[in-house]
């Protein structure tokens, strides 16, 4: 999979609108952009995820930029729930030969306070 | 319906011993998937079953692990004989056709493993 950049750590308050940045210059034309998400003490779960067109759903908003070099994960109002650390993922869809594992690289840790 | 289940939630466990972790995918998901984290790294792929069949074993660090998928339902991860090293966190996930790359992973809550 292709490498993506994400800043180590994020602040938001509650209740406000939170944009998680994601780099992915090297993305090819038929990979796929997943975001999942660790909240303290639990395994991974799976948030959003999209091609080229930005992607809604009830968790978060996936904006990608036209020429998909970038994108970003858009939590609308920020809860104390959304705590964790956020993963941008890329995937081939056809992983025959490139293997199924999601590669998680570092995240962003997001921080949210009251 | 029932997500992805691990047991235990904890180990601790001696170096040299022998530990033996289970993960109950959700039913009818054919993928599983272990990964791991250990202390200040990176979430890390181990392997893949495809039902009762290990399709991609990459990520396995050494011969120390054995995993199965015996009837390709749960699986079983065996640290034999466990080192300091491997303590972490060891996730499991499933999923449905993994015939695409798009296909959501459901993660299970990970057992920790102490290795004193």
């Known amino acids: 999979d292709a490498k993506t950049t994400q800043p180590n750590s994020m602040e938001s308050n509650e209740e406000e609108p939170v944009h998680l940045p994601c780099n992915h210059s090297?993305?090819?034309?038929?990979?796929?952009i997943h975001w999942y998400r660790q909240l303290p003490s639990q395994g991974p779960e799976y948030v959003i995820h999209?091609?080229?067109s930005n992607v809604n759903n009830r968790m978060a908003s996936l904006a990608i930029a036209e020429d998909r070099k970038s994108s970003t994960l858009i939590l609308h109002r920020a809860t104390l729930r959304d705590a964790a650390v956020y993963y941008c993922?890329?995937?081939?869809?056809?992983?025959?030969?490139?293997?199924?594992?999601?590669?998680f690289g570092k995240g962003t840790s997001l921080l949210v306070t009251p | 319906e029932a997500g992805v289940t691990q047991f235990p939630s904890h180990s601790v466990i001696e170096k040299g011993q022998t530990v033996t972790l289970r993960c109950d995918p959700i039913?009818?998901?054919?993928?599983l998937y272990w990964y791991r984290r250990v202390m200040g790294k990176e979430i890390k792929f181990l392997l893949h079953?495809?039902?009762?069949?290990?399709?991609?074993e990459s990520g396995m660090p050494n011969n120390r692990f054995l995993a199965e998928r015996t009837g390709g339902t749960y699986s079983t991860l065996k640290v034999q004989p466990a080192e300091l090293e491997d303590s972490g966190v060891y996730f499991c996930?499933?999923?449905?056709?993994?015939?695409?790359?798009?296909?959501?992973?459901?993660f299970g809550p990970g057992t920790r493993l102490t290795v004193l």
């Open positions: 996930a499933s999923s449905q056709d993994g015939g695409t790359g798009y296909n959501e992973q459901f």
């Open positions: 090297t993305i090819s034309g038929t990979d796929y």
């Open positions: 999209g091609l080229t």
């Open positions: 993922i890329l995937r081939d869809p056809y992983p025959f030969n490139s293997g199924y594992a999601l590669n």
């Open positions: 039913s009818g998901h054919d993928n």
């Open positions: 079953f495809v039902k009762e069949s290990k399709q991609d």
